[in-house]
């Protein structure tokens, strides 16, 4: 196992698994125009404890408010990689914590530990000649130029978005309870795929081979924990990732500030097929933490390179 597998895998798991149900931050459709953090006010209609889909569907209009939000947001990120044998024993393990921060508009991420240690002297100089390079290309550009780069990646991120206005119609709704979460009540959702659901977004297909349990926060209706299991396989591109059925998520969201819902766990238990290359049982965990609000005082020094606020 590679670091450049990892980093790829990553990335795909981000793009397609956290782009389905248990990914909260990264769902919601357009709806009603809540203030972030506020409950509904007095004169809308509440949902019926008993109408799970709508409860579901007030959930998705106010995290579209924190779609917004969560750009203004700095964090960590920890994540933990192990491979499985055959025996369920872990065979390869991997430990990487990133600093994500905002540069010139827009999300970077830099390692500062591997396997919970700090960097080696040429690990750091890898790490400075990634920032040195980034910072290069977009230090002396134009605010036209940079305007467009922005508007460019906001299209992208919409468009990502766009297989989400189909998670009403992909599942049946059911309301299992409530349940204390973390400190906080929630309505405990079953969501279960609907045989006679049509796509009609790109990518919108995988819902169909997902069901799962979402916990929703009574007061505000925020996304508190989702758990999810893969039905069937599922695959991304032309064989570049087979997930394979019987996969499970865990997803869980913290609120922060008081005004916005924030991944705080994923964790993954899966078997996968990487471009027909590797066949892998892996557990994959991601923890979020140390989240501050973006202001424009981030600067980047030179010498060691470390970005500052």
């Keep these: 196992m590679t670091e450049k597998w990892i980093a790829e895998w990553s990335g795909e798991t981000k793009v397609g698994l956290a782009m389905v149900l ?97 960097l080696s002297p040429s690990e750091e100089k890898k790490e400075q000649e990634k920032l040195d390079k980034f910072v290069g290309k977009y230090r002396n550009e134009s605010e036209q130029d940079r305007a467009r780069r922005l508007a460019q990646k906001e299209k992208g991120r ?25 400190g906080r009540e929630t309505f405990v959702i079953v969501a279960d795929p609907r045989n006679d659901f049509r796509p009609a977004q790109p990518h919108a297909d995988v819902l169909r ?16 924990k989702v758990e999810a299991e893969a039905i069937d396989t599922i695959s991304w591109g032309f064989f570049v990732l087979r997930i394979h059925k019987g996969s499970r998520i865990a997803f ?14 994923i964790a993954v238990n899966a078997g996968a097929r990487f471009a027909l290359l590797m066949n892998e049982t892996f557990d994959w965990e991601a923890t979020f933490s ?9 600067r980047v020094l030179a010498g060691p390179g470390d970005v500052h606020r």
Excluded: M
């Excluded at 005004?259 to 766990?265: G, N, S």
């Excluded at 140390?290 to 981030?298: E, L, P």
């Design 22 to 118: 248990w990914v909260a931050a990264c769902a919601g459709l357009l709806g009603q125009q809540f203030r972030p953090g506020a409950p509904p006010a007095p004169h809308q209609n509440l949902p019926r404890k008993s109408d799970a889909k709508e409860i579901v569907q007030r959930s998705l209009d106010v995290d579209q408010q924190d779609f917004k939000l969560a750009r203004d947001y700095t964090y960590q990120e920890r994540g933990v990689l192990r491979l499985i044998d055959k025996k369920g024993e872990p065979k390869h393990q991997e430990i990487y914590t990133n600093d994500v921060t905002i540069l010139y508009g827009q999300p970077y991420s830099r390692r500062i530990l591997k396997d919970d240690k700090p």
């Design 158 to 182: 919409q468009e990502g978005r766009a297989f989400v206005h189909e998670i009403i119609k992909a599942y049946t709704f059911t309301n299992a309870g409530e349940e204390a979460v973390d």
């Design 209 to 224: 081979k997902l069901r799962g349990k979402i916990w929703i926060d009574q007061k505000n209706y925020g996304w508190v």
């Design 252 to 265: 869980q969201q913290t609120r922060v500030n008081d005004e916005i819902w924030l991944p705080k766990r």
């Design 290 to 298: 140390n989240y501050k609000k973006f202001t424009s005082s981030v």
